[in-house]
């Protein structure tokens, strides 16, 4: 994890967080709790954002659900604010882990839709793959096969071009995709894809993913009849079963591994996981998973007759089904809460953009004349000279300077010299927008202009009608030099630019041409093209 956004601080605690977060859950909370402290007292953003997040992490590998979903949703608040995109997709996607195996699907698939958004937003393709193929999965879940068909081949094209992928993930890939092979009977596909993941990804894949493989292996062999190889996968099945286990990502496996234990006559295989699973259900208060364990101990009882198991067991799942109902309306309020949460900071992340929005235009305009300013010119002319380069037109930038304004202020005042500029501005604003060009107040009496796709002829056409509707403006002018009323000088450069060439270029000459202009008495205009030396 990338750490720079952190005070020294706040990065030693996670930097202790990030060493014991695989091997030390207790110790890992410990220092949460802490990073959390020093959020509430210094107001920090990013310690509560981080604090909350790995806190949630450490819980939703303990299975703990109420206390994941807790600090999930206070994290993403945080997270959004900081646009940690990739923690805010890796939370939305074990949020949609935790809601499909509390049997929500539709809840889940939100949360997933979100991961992926945010995914998108900068191109997070490994987390994409992985939430498609939990995406994947939850299709299967409901019985949309082609759907999850579709969502695993894209992660396993993504993740087959990778130099460095992950054996326990390609052997999850390859579980999901052969429980879709023998949901639709075919079964020589399924063979041959356990070949490539036996031969190709078990040896670096973990544990409890082996133990996932070994009940679909179980159950292909079963359906195909081959009892001899699905009795040595339950064998080893049986001999390793870990006492603790993160239940959540495999208990499907085992459900459907359970269920076609009772059509067998291997109760006591069926009994060593029921044995092992139930204490770790039972303590990480999974009420959806615990309902379906006790479903196939129902079913057990009813194919045994054992009429007094039965009946207890069926009086506890009417129990669990209430508390499901509870636990429903619980990730059901978790959800609101975070929609609300989210809602009320994209609300106000629009309302700062909106604000910055005012404020980049308010840095645009000059506030004397209400046209662009320097910086409004540059933005505009980069992209002007790229368009003019890519379809190979001539663009023309003039440069308008007001002649002896120096005396008009000095002797009118500065008052009557901001209305003077105001007023030539105006006769600017309506000349060039009905040419479709562009204007700016480039500092003081200066203006530039820039009209896209005209040959020179024509912008020096143009500054002769320009001169002449500010000539007759008559704005009375008795100081200047060079008549009674005020006169403007104007040098326009002409060309289609070339690779190199930017804002810059046409203004050297067209500044050479004004000065042409100004050595000569002023009140007059000329041109030039770019790229041509202009005498002066």
């Known amino acids: 994890m990338n750490t720079r956004d952190c005070n020294d601080e706040v990065k030693k605690i996670v930097d202790q967080i990030l060493d014991n977060r695989r091997n030390d859950a207790r110790l890992t909370l410990e220092y949460c709790d802490k990073l959390l402290k020093y959020a509430r007292k210094n107001s920090n953003v990013v310690a509560y954002g981080l604090g909350y997040y790995f806190r949630s992490e450490i819980y939703y590998w303990l299975n703990d659900s109420e206390k994941f979903f807790n600090d999930s949703s206070k994290a993403l608040t945080y997270l959004i604010e900081m646009n940690k995109n990739k923690l805010i997709a890796k939370s939305y996607n074990r949020m949609g882990i935790f809601t499909a195996n509390g049997g929500n699907a539709p809840i889940a698939m939100d949360y997933y839709l979100n991961g992926l958004k945010y995914c998108d937003s900068i191109k997070l393709n490994e987390i994409k793959s992985i939430i498609e193929v939990n995406v994947g ?17 894209k ?93 959540i ?33 039972k303590n990480v208060r999974m009420i959806y998973f615990q309902m379906r364990l006790m479903s196939i101990k129902i079913k057990y009882y009813r194919i045994h007759q054992k009429n007094a198991e039965f009946l207890k067991a069926t009086g506890l799942y009417y129990e669990y089904s209430e508390l499901m109902d509870e636990e429903n309306n619980i990730m059901a309020r978790y959800m609101l809460t975070i929609r609300m949460s989210l ?61 002896f304004f120096k005396e008009y202020n000095d002797n009118y005042g500065h008052q009557q010299g901001d209305e003077c500029l105001r007023l030539i501005s105006k006769i600017i604003k309506e ?27 024509q912008a020096i056409l143009n500054e002769r009608l320009l001169h002449e509707a500010i000539g007759r403006a008559n704005i009375k002018h008795e100081y200047s030099k060079c008549d009674k009323k005020v006169t403007v000088s104007q040098g326009i450069c002409c060309g289609i630019p070339s690779a190199d060439n930017k804002l810059q270029d046409y203004l050297e000459i067209a500044d050479k041409a004004l000065y042409k202009v100004k050595e000569a008495g002023k009140n007059d ?10 005498s002066i």
Request: charged share 30%; net charge negative; with cysteine.
């Open 343 to 403: 809602e009320n900071e994209e609300k106000r992340r629009l309302q700062m953009e909106l604000k910055n929005q005012l404020l980049q235009k308010k840095s645009e305009i000059d506030q004397l004349t209400q046209m662009p300013n320097r910086y409004g010119l540059v933005e505009y002319a980069k992209k002007a000279i790229k368009r003019a380069r890519m379809y190979q037109k001539a663009i023309a930038i003039e440069i308008l300077d007001v002649d």
């Open 431 to 457: 000349f060039v927008g009905k040419k479709n060009g562009f204007f700016a107040r480039y500092g003081g009496d200066e203006f530039i202009i820039i009209y896209e796709n005209v040959t020179l002829e």
């Open 525 to 534: 205009y000329e041109g030039g093209i770019l790229g041509e030396k202009v």
């Open 137 to 153: 999965t939850l299709y299967f879940s409901v019985g949309k096969i082609e759907e999850a068909k579709k969502m695993i081949n």
């Open 249 to 281: 990502d495999c208990f499907e496996d085992i459900d459907d591994y359970c269920n076609m234990l009772l059509e067998t006559d291997l109760d006591d295989d069926l009994w060593a996981v029921i044995n092992v699973v139930e204490p770790i259900l």
């Open 155 to 247: 992660a396993l094209i993504f993740f087959e071009n990778k130099e460095d992928y992950n054996d326990t993930v390609m052997l999850c890939i390859y579980s999901n995709l052969i429980k879709i092979y023998i949901k639709q009977e075919e079964f020589e596909r399924a063979r041959e894809t356990i070949r490539l993941a036996v031969n190709n990804f078990w040896d670096g894949s973990e544990n409890i993913d082996r133990i996932s493989f070994l009940t679909i292996e179980a159950i292909y062999y079963h359906k195909i009849k081959d009892y001899k190889s699905r009795n040595a996968c339950v064998k080893i099945i049986t001999e390793n079963l870990p006492n603790h286990m993160g239940i």
